[in-house]
C-alpha cells in the first residue's frame, strides 16, 4: 500500500525558512508529478507548488519567488522550500503525487500544520 507522509510543520515565526517533506513509500514503480497544495481556516484549497518527474517546476502567484519545490526521486521524496513566510502562510500543507504502483492512483498525506506568527 502506497503512503505518502509530511514532515517540517509547526510555528514559524514571520520571515521564517522552514522546508517541509514528504516522503513515499509502498510498492512504487515509480513517481509522476508531485504537488504541494496548503488549505487555510475557511478557505478552499491550493496548489502552492508542482514537480514533474523531470524536475520542471511551477508555483502558485502567492508564492512565487518565496518558495522552492524540488525532489530526489532516489529518495521518492519532495521537498517545499519556503522562504520569507508570512502570517498569511499560515495553512494545512499537503504533498499529492500521482504514483505508479500495483494501484496507480493520486495519492494524497495526511497534511502538516504550519503556523506563521507575526
Known amino acids: 500500500q502506497v503512503q505518502l507522509v509530511e514532515s517540517g510543520g509547526g510555528l514559524v515565526q514571520a520571515g521564517g525558512s522552514p522546508r517541509l517533506s514528504c516522503s513515499a513509500s509502498?510498492?512504487?514503480?515509480?513517481?509522476?508529478?508531485m504537488r504541494w497544495y496548503r488549505q487555510a481556516p475557511g478557505k478552499q484549497r491550493e496548489l502552492v507548488a508542482t514537480i514533474s518527474s523531470g524536475g520542471s517546476t511551477a508555483y502558485g502567484d502567492s508564492v512565487k519567488g518565496r518558495f522552492a519545490i524540488s525532489r530526489d526521486n532516489a529518495m521518492n521524496t519532495v521537498y517545499l522550500q519556503m522562504n520569507s513566510l508570512k502570517p498569511e502562510d499560515t495553512a494545512v500543507y499537503y504533498c499529492n503525487a500521482v504514483i505508479f504502483s500495483l494501484n496507480s492512483a493520486d495519492y494524497w498525506g495526511q497534511g502538516t500544520q504550519v503556523t506563521v506568527s507575526s
Open positions: 509502498g510498492s512504487i514503480f515509480s513517481i509522476h508529478v
